[in-house]
Protein backbone atom coordinates (compact mmCIF):
# COMPACT_ATOMS: atom_id res chain seq x y z
CA UNK A 1 0.00 0.00 0.00
CA UNK A 2 1.34 3.48 -0.82
CA UNK A 3 1.54 5.45 2.49
CA UNK A 4 4.21 7.60 1.32
CA UNK A 5 1.68 10.53 2.47
CA UNK A 6 1.36 9.39 6.08
CA UNK A 7 1.96 12.54 7.96
CA UNK A 8 0.48 14.96 5.79
CA UNK A 9 -2.93 15.36 7.15
CA UNK A 10 -5.88 15.37 4.01
CA UNK A 11 -3.86 14.80 0.62
CA UNK A 12 -4.70 17.23 -2.21
CA UNK A 13 -2.57 15.94 -4.67
CA UNK A 14 -0.74 12.15 -5.69
CA UNK A 15 2.84 12.45 -6.26
CA UNK A 16 2.04 12.45 -10.21
CA UNK A 17 0.23 15.87 -10.18
CA UNK A 18 -3.14 14.22 -10.58
CA UNK A 19 -6.27 15.38 -7.85
CA UNK A 20 -7.58 13.11 -5.30
CA UNK A 21 -10.54 11.63 -5.26
CA UNK A 22 -12.85 10.40 -2.62
CA UNK A 23 -13.95 6.52 -2.85
CA UNK A 24 -16.18 4.34 -1.13
CA UNK A 25 -14.04 0.92 -0.16
CA UNK A 26 -16.71 -2.28 -1.40
CA UNK A 27 -14.00 -4.71 0.11
CA UNK A 28 -15.15 -7.12 2.91
CA UNK A 29 -12.43 -6.10 5.41
CA UNK A 30 -13.51 -2.23 4.82
CA UNK A 31 -17.35 -2.25 3.78
CA UNK A 32 -18.29 1.72 3.07
CA UNK A 33 -14.76 3.26 4.45
CA UNK A 34 -13.87 6.38 2.31
CA UNK A 35 -10.78 6.36 0.98
CA UNK A 36 -8.34 9.03 -1.46
CA UNK A 37 -7.18 8.01 -4.27
CA UNK A 38 -5.19 9.38 -7.21
CA UNK A 39 -8.06 9.79 -9.96
CA UNK A 40 -5.47 8.25 -12.75
CA UNK A 41 -4.98 4.88 -10.28
CA UNK A 42 -7.46 2.66 -11.82
CA UNK A 43 -5.86 2.81 -15.10
CA UNK A 44 -2.45 2.25 -13.65
CA UNK A 45 -2.71 0.11 -10.36
CA UNK A 46 0.90 -1.01 -10.34
CA UNK A 47 2.38 2.32 -10.13
CA UNK A 48 1.72 2.68 -6.63
CA UNK A 49 -0.44 6.44 -7.59
CA UNK A 50 -1.67 7.70 -3.76
CA UNK A 51 -4.19 5.71 -1.61
CA UNK A 52 -5.40 7.46 1.59
CA UNK A 53 -8.00 5.86 4.67
CA UNK A 54 -9.93 9.39 5.16
CA UNK A 55 -10.47 8.42 8.82
CA UNK A 56 -6.90 7.80 8.85
CA UNK A 57 -6.43 11.51 6.79
CA UNK A 58 -8.19 12.92 9.48
CA UNK A 59 -6.57 12.10 12.61
CA UNK A 60 -3.63 13.10 11.11
CA UNK A 61 -4.99 16.45 9.63
CA UNK A 62 -6.18 16.63 13.44
CA UNK A 63 -2.66 15.93 15.06
CA UNK A 64 -0.57 18.42 12.54
CA UNK A 65 -3.07 21.49 13.58
CA UNK A 66 -2.70 19.84 17.12
CA UNK A 67 1.08 20.61 16.56
CA UNK A 68 0.64 24.08 15.17
CA UNK A 69 -1.51 24.96 17.83
CA UNK A 70 1.33 24.24 20.34
CA UNK A 71 4.13 25.80 17.71
CA UNK A 72 1.87 29.21 17.74
CA UNK A 73 0.67 29.06 21.47
CA UNK A 74 4.85 28.85 22.35
CA UNK A 75 5.39 31.85 20.06
CA UNK A 76 2.89 34.19 21.03
CA UNK A 77 4.78 32.98 24.79
CA UNK A 78 7.90 33.96 23.95
CA UNK A 79 6.48 37.40 22.54
CA UNK A 80 4.40 38.21 25.36
CA UNK A 81 7.78 37.50 27.56
CA UNK A 82 9.86 39.38 25.76
CA UNK A 83 7.42 42.41 25.78
CA UNK A 84 6.99 41.74 29.16
CA UNK A 85 11.06 42.38 29.07
CA UNK A 86 11.30 45.37 27.36
CA UNK A 87 8.61 47.01 29.11
CA UNK A 88 10.14 46.21 32.36
CA UNK A 89 14.03 47.25 31.13
CA UNK A 90 11.91 50.66 29.70
CA UNK A 91 10.48 51.26 33.02
CA UNK A 92 13.46 50.81 35.09
CA UNK A 93 15.36 53.06 33.02
CA UNK A 94 13.29 55.64 34.13
CA UNK A 95 12.63 54.91 37.48
CA UNK A 96 15.99 54.86 38.97
CA UNK A 97 16.79 58.24 38.10
CA UNK A 98 12.90 59.34 38.88
CA UNK A 99 11.39 59.29 41.78
CA UNK A 100 8.92 55.56 42.23
CA UNK A 101 5.57 58.18 42.13
CA UNK A 102 6.65 59.01 38.98
CA UNK A 103 6.20 55.27 37.21
CA UNK A 104 2.16 55.45 36.53
CA UNK A 105 2.93 58.86 34.12
CA UNK A 106 5.95 57.33 32.77
CA UNK A 107 3.99 54.07 31.67
CA UNK A 108 0.81 57.20 30.14
CA UNK A 109 3.84 58.09 28.44
CA UNK A 110 4.95 54.98 27.03
CA UNK A 111 1.60 54.10 25.78
CA UNK A 112 1.43 57.34 24.11
CA UNK A 113 4.55 57.28 22.14
CA UNK A 114 3.12 53.69 21.32
CA UNK A 115 -0.14 54.96 19.85
CA UNK A 116 1.68 58.19 17.79
CA UNK A 117 4.32 55.66 16.20
ZN1 LIG B 1 -1.14 9.64 -9.08
Redesign the pocket.
Known sequence: MANMNKNEGIPSR???G?WIVIYVSKTEENPYRRFFR?E??LQRNKEN??FKWVDEALVDEIQRMDEDQTRITEEIEDLRSSMKKTVHEEVMKHTNSLDVGCVASILSILCLCSKCD
Do not use: G
Request: hydrophobic share 35%.
Open positions: CWCKCISHL
